[in-house]
């Protein structure tokens, strides 16, 4: 156990609608990062957020937003969702961005979109 | 943009025997770190090691050991024993030191088959 949390744990949705993935970072992490595993795209780096600010963007699409608060915990808000959104969406969470910085990952959260 | 390639999509091993697998990275960055993650049947990703690439002095964590070439941008793991627990899907990655890019490139994966 990484000690980070994601729920729900499974999603199925329809084209079109959003949905929210949430993620709670370990005790005393400060940065939260959000990867998405596709059977096409491999594991792809989407945003980070470094207390409470967004830190890094990589291929997330505009559809797509996150957010972390105050408790430092992290939204992923997916919206107008099409089939390809289809995968697995991990948390990682590090206690700062740095020298000696390391990822601890959570057990994802799997959204199938129909 | 550093790219990792992982030339090996599938692998197996017999129980108690040795398996190398193979990982490349292309960077322009002198300073960065690598790992090995782990992912088995329930999807989780486990940290298995990291090398900090200032370091000459190759990583261990038990069985687990890696062949880091800096001049050849190599950094290979190297699993001994191998036990079934170990069948799993391995991802070499790669993330840079600078504050504003920690974020981890992945290889595409090798899955590892220990056979009994």
């Known amino acids: 156990d990484s000690g980070v949390t994601q729920t729900p744990k499974h999603l199925i949705t329809a084209t079109g609608q959003r949905v929210t993935l949430r993620c709670s970072p370990r005790?005393?992490?400060?940065?939260v990062y959000w990867y998405q595993q596709s059977l096409d795209q491999g594991l792809q780096f989407l945003i980070q957020?470094?207390?409470?600010?967004?830190?890094a963007k990589g291929n997330i699409l505009e559809r797509f937003s996150a957010q972390q608060f105050p408790d430092l915990h992290s939204e992923l808000n997916l919206s107008s969702l099409e089939l390809g959104d289809s995968a697995l969406y991990f948390c990682?969470?590090?206690?700062?961005?740095?020298?000696?910085?390391?990822?601890?990952f959570g057990p994802g959260t799997r959204l199938l979109v129909l | 943009a550093q790219t990792v390639t992982q030339s090996q999509p599938e692998m197996s091993v017999q129980e108690a025997e040795t398996v190398t697998l193979s990982c490349t990275y292309d960077?322009?960055?002198?300073?960065?770190?690598l790992f090995w993650y782990k992912q088995p049947p329930s999807r989780q990703m486990i940290l298995v090691i990291r090398?900090?690439?200032?370091?000459?002095q190759n990583a261990t964590e038990n069985r687990f050991s890696v062949n880091f070439q800096k001049a050849a941008k190599s950094f290979s793991l190297k699993i001994s024993d191998s036990q079934l627990g170990d069948a799993a899907m391995y991802f070499c990655?790669?993330?840079?030191?600078?504050?504003?890019?920690?974020?981890?490139?992945f290889g595409e994966g090798t899955q590892l088959t220990v056979n009994p």
């Open positions: 957020y470094y207390n409470g600010e967004e830190r």
């Open positions: 090398q900090e690439a200032y370091k000459q």
């Open positions: 990682a969470s590090s206690v700062v961005p740095g020298v000696q910085e390391t990822q601890y």
């Open positions: 990655a790669y993330r840079s030191v600078r504050t504003s890019g920690s974020r981890l490139t």
């Open positions: 960077t322009s960055e002198s300073d960065y770190y």
């Open positions: 005790s005393g992490d400060l940065s």
